[in-house]
């Protein structure tokens, strides 16, 4: 299962002119792919999944350290991100979005690729 899997991200990896003709050099103007890497994503694989039912669910999960620093370290304007400036706020909500990640596993088993 996930050799195939593999070959899906594979499949899907290719440059644009490699899939343009022979000498066409043009872009399309539809894209391809999307890539969406909003901080509350996890929270979305369920509407994902209903909305998108053959996408790639693609997790890609880092040190939790290297989340949290991050985060920290980014100046988000004010208002919805608030909680990026608090240690404890971030380490809870790491705990929360590996409970969330986790759940869906569960509950949609095989759905999400882990990176």
Known sequence: ???????IIDANTK?????LPQGNTGRS???????????SNYNNVGFIHLLFPNALIL?????????????FKHDF????????SD???????????R???EHWDRVLPGRVTHV
């Open 1 to 7: 299962d996930m050799r195939k899997r593999w070959e």
């Open 15 to 19: 440059s644009e002119e490699e899939d």
């Open 29 to 39: 103007q539809d894209p391809t792919r999307f890539v969406d890497k909003m901080l």
């Open 59 to 71: 997790h890609v999960a880092r040190e939790p350290m290297d989340s949290i620093f991050s985060a």
């Open 77 to 84: 304007p004010p208002g919805g991100f608030d909680y990026t």
């Open 87 to 97: 240690f404890s706020s971030l380490a809870c909500l790491y705990h929360n979005y």
């Open 99 to 101: 409970d969330v990640m």
